[in-house]
């Protein structure tokens, strides 16, 4: 069902794109304390004892943590703001999955899959055809479907309400280094998060049975009309052994995400022994499985160094009685997005944003412009083809 305002989705995403950073920078700027601890707010590599940490990790920022105490093991730029491509499904899930059985069914309109952007990711649905919420959750999870994700936003209200449960639901988290536009984690302007909030939204999500079930998920049936099913696969390539990569021993989930913007991000969770890790990276510079070998080496480094002393922690949700903190970045962080080659050294995001009040401005103006102007972008890079060989996708 559409929104019953007069705002269209697409405008009120554009809008959504247009609050302007130039706040956040503010905010960055008078900051006094960094959420998780001191440590996390700088710029080197944070351990403290422990064997040598993996040789020649590329990730613009990554972090080690125990899913059990919330301590973080060691880091790099855990609060540096970069576009988190579908690993912001993992917030979408934590805000969403609760709401609906497993069992519900939902016969899917035109209209719920019109605002899929171009070049997304998708699992497959088809408008007639009725689906269960473990179906659709099923697309999200495996294939990291836009059209999943935007039925079950519309089954929520919609995609502007969607959008702003979840950035309530990150503020809860004291997830402030998030900034959502879109509940899929498709490339806007504007759309960022943080290895330490990735890491929150793992952590809270793997809480959930549901959630645990999903991502550890590696095939399924799904739907194609009638009685006809084709299988899905997961894309997490550590949980799956694709393209030639070994399976991690112990792998519980939990997401990756890749767009040409954004380039790679994962995090991923695993047990040994009794004990649970959570590994976030973002942007390493190779492509391919380069984002799951540097997920794998940290996880290794994890376990075998598993009473070093952390340099900080994965701070308790405002909801279940955590402190509420200040804004998270260090006083001379600058936001920050995934980036092409070009970009690749910047802090900074590769979509020209523009500071102060007048920055503001530009940018309220020309938000639902970019958000016209989002298909006419050189399509998203293809990585991988579905396992059903449906056709090529550009953003997962």
């Known amino acids: 069902m559409r929104d019953s305002s007069g705002l269209s989705r697409r405008a009120a995403l554009g809008l959504a794109a247009a609050v302007p950073l130039a706040a956040a920078t503010a905010a960055t700027a008078s900051a006094a304390t960094t959420i998780g601890g001191a440590r996390l707010g700088r710029t080197g590599v944070q351990a403290s004892g422990g064997t040598a940490l993996p040789k020649h990790l590329t990730a613009r920022s990554w972090l080690i943590a125990d899913h059990t105490s919330g301590h973080v093991l060691a880091s790099y730029r855990a609060h540096q703001r970069l576009a988190p491509a579908s690993t912001l499904k993992m917030l979408f899930a934590d805000t969403v999955l609760a709401k609906f059985e497993r069992t519900d069914t939902h016969r899917v309109t035109d209209v719920e899959i019109a605002d899929v952007p171009a070049g997304s990711s998708l699992v497959g649905i088809k408008p007639g055809i009725t689906y269960t919420v473990e179906q659709l959750w099923q697309g999200v999870f495996l294939r990291s479907g836009n059209d999943a994700v935007h039925v079950l936003s519309h ?110 991000t994962f995090t991923g969770a695993a047990t040994r022994d009794g004990r649970t890790l959570l590994v976030t990276v973002m942007h390493p510079k190779s492509g391919g499985n380069g984002v799951y070998e540097e997920t794998a080496q940290l996880l290794d480094w994890g376990f075998r160094n598993a009473t070093v002393n952390p340099v900080g922690t994965l701070v308790t949700p405002i909801s279940e009685g955590g402190a509420s903190a200040a804004p998270t970045r260090r006083a001379t962080a600058k936001p920050a997005a995934g980036a092409p080659a070009a970009a690749a050294k910047s802090d900074g995001p590769p979509w020209g944003l523009v500071g102060g009040a007048g920055g503001a401005v530009v940018l309220l103006a020309g938000g639902a412009l970019a958000l016209r102007n989002r298909r006419r972008r050189p399509a998203e890079d293809q990585a991988e083809a579905s396992a059903e060989g449906r056709g090529r996708r550009r953003e997962r």
């Open 155 to 264: 089954m929520n209200g919609g995609v502007p309400a969607t959008v702003a449960e979840m950035q309530a639901k990150a503020k809860d988290l004291q997830a402030l280094d998030t900034h959502v536009v879109s509940p899929d984690g498709f490339d806007h302007p504007g759309q960022l998060s943080s290895a330490y909030d990735l890491t929150l939204f793992a952590r809270h999500g793997l809480a959930s049975a549901d959630f645990r079930g999903y991502c550890a998920t590696r095939t399924a049936d799904f739907p194609a009309g009638g009685k006809k099913t084709f299988q899905i696969q997961n894309t997490d390539r550590l949980l799956t052994g694709a393209w030639g990569l070994k399976t991690y021993d112990g792998l519980i989930g939990v997401k990756n995400g890749y767009t040409s913007h954004a380039g790679n």
